[in-house]
């Protein structure tokens, strides 16, 4: 990063200068990591990650810029939305290790559909306890089949989650053959999200939005 252009001092942050709290604009968009001063990896400290975006927003929040000229307060405005969004990506473990199977060269959802073969005849079943949800009125018997079917996918959910973490910790090199494999869990894992989201709609009877 280049010197703060106000003090001259090292820039540490691509956003905000933590030396004088003079806000930066480089040439291009900062990583989700850069923007936390965080090496690319998916394991990460979440509390510490917090402590973090509440001392970058108290230094670049727009109301602290209200006198400034009008390109500092729209650059204010910019900076935080981008910190926000930096932190959207890395305080959801499926989100950051999104942004890591892409930012190594791995292939995104489009290039890659599949998801584990073992998970795939589980979906069948879970396809089927669904459509059967949706024919019948939601009396008990259907809500506690719905509640049956929320733990079980809960449990997928978490050993997709423990499959991916194995194939992205430690961070693999760019174009491993293990962004593959993590594609799919993160494929499985996205079904599993959508699946759950139309159980809660099924619960409180309103239809979810289909993705």
């Avoid at 939601?138 to 978490?158: K, M």
């Amino acid at each position: 990063m280049t010197p703060c252009p106000t003090c001259r001092a090292e820039a540490t942050n691509p956003l905000v200068c933590t030396a004088c709290g003079g806000l930066l604009s480089g040439d291009r968009a900062p990583t989700p990591f850069e923007v936390f001063g965080l090496v690319p990896a998916l394991e990460l400290d979440a509390a510490a990650l917090k402590r973090r975006l509440l001392e970058l927003s108290r230094r670049m929040h727009p109301d602290y810029f209200a006198t400034a000229d009008a390109a500092t307060r729209e650059l204010a405005e910019r900076n935080t939305a981008e910190l926000n969004l930096a932190y959207e990506v890395l305080a959801d473990e499926p989100a950051r290790a999104d942004w890591l199977v892409k930012s190594l060269g791995g292939p995104d959802e489009n290039q890659e559909r599949k998801m584990p073969e073992a998970f795939l005849i589980e979906v069948l079943e879970w396809n089927e306890a669904l459509e059967e949800a949706r024919a019948a009125d939601v009396g008990s018997s259907a809500r506690a089949a719905l509640a049956n079917l929320a733990r079980e996918l809960g449990t997928r959910r978490d050993e997709a989650l423990a499959r991916l973490r194995a194939e992205l910790e430690p961070t693999p090199e760019r174009n491993s053959p293990r962004l593959v494999e993590a594609r799919r869990q993160l494929n499985a894992l996205r079904y599993v999200d959508r699946t759950l989201e139309e159980i809660r709609a099924l619960e409180v009877g309103r239809p979810a939005a289909r993705t």
